[in-house]
């Protein structure tokens, strides 16, 4: 289940509807990206903030990014 805030890689071919746009704009993705959580907009999609902008996506397309795959970064003091 996904929650806010977390961490989502958006597979490619997929299809975005914006949240405050026109309803008939849809764009689909030519590569694979990755953005936040925003909220469970339906049984089925959620939002998530990609791009600079809030889009609604299928469930089905989001693969929740887990710690294995973030890398952390060590700093220098």
Do not use: H, S
Not at 17 to 24: D, G, I, M, Q, R
Request: aromatic share 10%; charged share 30%; glycine share 4%.
């Amino acid at each position: 289940m996904l929650t806010r805030g977390d961490l989502v890689r958006v597979r490619q071919d997929t299809f975005l509807y914006p949240v405050n746009l026109e309803p008939w704009y849809v764009k689909r993705l030519e590569a694979p990206q990755y953005g936040v959580v925003i909220n469970k907009a339906t049984e089925t999609e959620t939002k998530v903030f990609l791009e600079e902008q809030a889009w609604i996506v299928d469930n089905k397309c989001l693969q929740l990014v887990g710690e294995k795959d973030v890398y952390k970064i060590k700093q220098d003091k």
